[in-house]
């Protein structure tokens, strides 16, 4: 019989292309929120994750083997100017939700983020201190250490930018990327700001390893470190836009809500050790290119 999966932001970028990934091996049980997508093959259920009752009540009526908690508001800028709001889910839910894996005795995996850091000392690996410079990364903090608290087995990946097909409700960073070179408009990219990205294949498979492998805490990055402005040049090149209207410019040269740190690359070294094995960039955005024509 297949296993049981809840996955909670199942409308998300990241859950949509998951539960596509992986719906013919899993039985899996999708939450959403404001957003109700269809997705064939997935039993797909509206709960509002800040209410705790609501949770409790899908954990009784699914009875998950697993729980994959995917769901955050996930855009920095919008949780420094809404902390509250934001904390309600990205820390609060969090917890609840590892405590009723605690309760259960079920692994929980939960999807953190290269934010965690500061950005001054990279590449970083899992024991180096953490130093947040926005709210978002202040709640992801919160949550992976009260969720370790009260679950010590909880399972934390870290994941870096991530790119992919668009879900219906939610895109990756790349979308508007690709859409301003389709149109011909001007794209102004960081040479100052540095990440490892990762294709939302690879974060899954990702995802599959650190469930079945690892207890707390594993970085899921990607194969390189790269500037925002050499990853639209490289996404230019494998799109054969080379026209593209690429404008280096620095971090500075942008005002934004949330600060942003220079360099938050990744070391997956324990994970590259696991058997977790991204796909060259070039190759992670060749494929999504494949889609996209
Ligand atoms: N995307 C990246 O590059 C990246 C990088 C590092 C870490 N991460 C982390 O990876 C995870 C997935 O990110 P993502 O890009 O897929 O995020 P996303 O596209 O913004 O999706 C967020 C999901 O959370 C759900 N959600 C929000 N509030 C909710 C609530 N109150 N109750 C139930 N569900 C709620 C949303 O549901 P509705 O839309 O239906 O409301 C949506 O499904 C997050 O933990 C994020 O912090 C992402």
Redesign the pocket.
Known sequence: MMKKILL?????????NVCNLWKNDWKIFG???????DIPGVNVMR????RYEEVKRVFFEVRPDVVM???????PNYCQEHRVEST???VD?SVNIAGLCADRSIPCV??????VFDGQNPPYREEDPVCPVNA?GEQ?VMAEQRMQEIYPQATICR?????GRP?P??E??VQPMVRAMVEGKALKLFTDERRSPLSAEDAAQGLLLAMEKVEGMIHLGGAESISRFDFGRLLADVLGMQGARLTPCLQRDVKMAAPRPRDVSLDSTKAFSLGFKPAPLTDGLAHLADRIR
């Open positions: 909670t932001g199942a409308s998300g970028f990241l859950g949509w939450l959403v929120f404001s957003h109700v997508v709960v509002d994750l800040t908690h995917l769901a955050a508001v996930s855009a309600k889910i990205n839910a939960f999807t953190s983020s290269d934010l978002y992801k994941m870096p930018l991530m790119f879900a409700a939610s990756s960073f």
